[in-house]
């Protein structure tokens, strides 16, 4: 007979409180095997616990609003984001047509892949947000295509976007292009490549350029510690000539890269050919930026000295041309928080692809979520958090079926080895003490 106890791994921080901060130690999400979880639950452990001690003493979270009303994904697409964010920050939705003042409402709105257009009026809250100290965390896509589409028929054209942010971004300092970036440096997706004897189709992996892996190679504390990140349909930036404005370049594709632009139609049948290497001549795109500085508002020398009274008077708050200093960060990929589904529809953990190189059954994981993270710290000015949650531990561990193999003879060696040593050491102790005294 025998028993078994589950043990999940956690702990409870107390302050001047009845009431404790329960702490996880257990990085158990979705689509991650055993080994890896016990491997960030190590590495996450110093983070996770000073988190749960400055909860404690600052009791009031900083507010994160997602932007809603323009077309973004169902939530169960933010899902494992969303998630992440409730455990550090108070996380709520915000719809524009709906309130006047977003400063008001929260520190820092995300913005993910809006697929409407932005009114004026709507563009004018957003640029009082910035010019009174909100953060923005942009991640919008320039053109349309859509995974859902392909997966219902092989091919599709692709078309751009009229989000209407064009002159607001490039008054910020960075400009949203309207392409489509190809990489070969990218994940791949199983196509069919022929039947079995039996009649099953035959899947095999073919790289997907329209997948980009980016792998950060800036000395940013955003980018510590992260090794590489997976985008899907993503687009390019370019900076804007702005000298009160700091860019720093987080994210960009490798040296073998090309852009192709609207309308495109997107074929993933030609992607069982050998891709053309000596079209992909670009190197190094843009696709995540940071920006620090003043920013100028969008609406400067635009307001009529009326609306700039009712503004002031009414609504009580006054239109400002200029922020203080104030960041924002903006992603050319609207898909870089969303989560895929493993069986059922259940969310699986931010970072997760479910086919790799090796095996198109087998998925690969990567690092978009503790990138989305280091922004959002960065910009709420929680710089700490970053580098305890970037601290790696690779633990050591046991091939579990070469153990079960391999398991008598390593008993035998173990038990064996430190006799014969013994019986060694005493013969040479025994010869020498025999030389030794045979000569007096």
Same mark, same amino acid.
């Given at each position: ?34 080994? +890896?979880? +016990? ?129 607001? +971004? ?127 508002? +969008? ?142």
């Amino acid at each position: 007979n025998y028993s078994q106890k589950l043990v999940i791994p956690g702990a409870l921080i107390f302050y001047r409180s009845e009431t404790g901060v329960p702490i996880n130690l257990l990085n158990n999400e979705s689509g991650l095997n055993s080994q +890896l979880a +016990l491997n960030n639950s190590e590495a996450q452990l110093e983070y996770k616990i000073s988190s749960g001690i400055k909860a404690q003493l600052s009791p009031f979270r900083k507010r994160i609003s997602l932007l809603q009303g323009q077309g973004e994904p169902d939530f169960i697409y933010l899902y494992d984001f969303i998630k992440t964010l409730t455990a550090f920050y108070q996380v709520d939705t915000l719809r524009l047509e709906k309130i006047v003042d977003i400063k008001k409402k929260t520190d820092l709105l995300v913005i993910a892949q809006p697929k409407t257009a932005f009114s004026e009026q709507e563009k004018f809250k957003l640029d009082q947000f910035v010019m009174n100290g909100g953060k923005i965390l942009w991640m919008l896509d320039a053109m349309n295509p859509s995974l859902d589409s392909l997966i219902q028929k092989p091919a599709m054209l692709a078309l751009n976007y009229e989000l209407n942010l064009e002159d607001q +971004l490039f008054t910020y300092g960075v400009r949203l292009n309207n392409d489509l970036l190809m990489d070969l440096v990218c994940n791949p997706v199983p196509l069919s490549v022929n039947s079995s004897s039996s009649g099953e189709m035959q899947f095999k992996s073919f790289p997907c350029p329209y997948f980009p892996v980016l792998v950060p190679d800036s000395k940013h504390l955003i980018d510590y510690s992260i090794e590489s990140v997976k985008t899907t349909f993503a687009g390019t930036l370019d900076t804007v000539a702005k000298k009160e404005i700091r860019k720093t370049v987080l994210l960009h594709s490798s040296e073998l890269s090309r852009l192709v632009f609207s309308p495109w139609v997107i074929d993933f049948r030609e992607l069982h050919k050998e891709p053309d290497q000596s079209t992909y001549t670009k190197r190094n795109l843009p696709v995540a930026v940071l920006l620090e500085g003043k920013f100028s508002s +969008l609406y400067k020398n635009r307001v009529t000295d009326e609306m700039a009274s009712i503004l002031r008077d009414s609504l009580k708050t006054p239109f400002k041309e200029i922020s203080g200093e104030n960041s924002m960060i903006v992603i050319a990929d609207g898909d870089f928080a969303i989560n895929e589904f493993g069986k059922g529809g259940v969310p699986m953990s931010l970072g997760y692809y479910r086919y790799s190189y090796e095996d198109y059954r087998k998925p690969s994981y990567f690092e978009n979520k503790k990138f989305l993270l280091n922004c959002i710290d960065y910009l709420l000015g929680n710089s700490a958090n970053i580098e305890t949650r970037g601290k790696q531990v690779r633990l050591r561990l046991l091939d579990a079926s070469k153990t079960k193999a391999e398991k008598t003879k390593w008993q035998m060696i173990n038990l064996s080895v430190p006799v014969i040593l013994m019986i060694l050491f005493g013969a040479i102790y025994f010869i020498i003490r025999i030389r030794r005294f045979s000569k007096l």
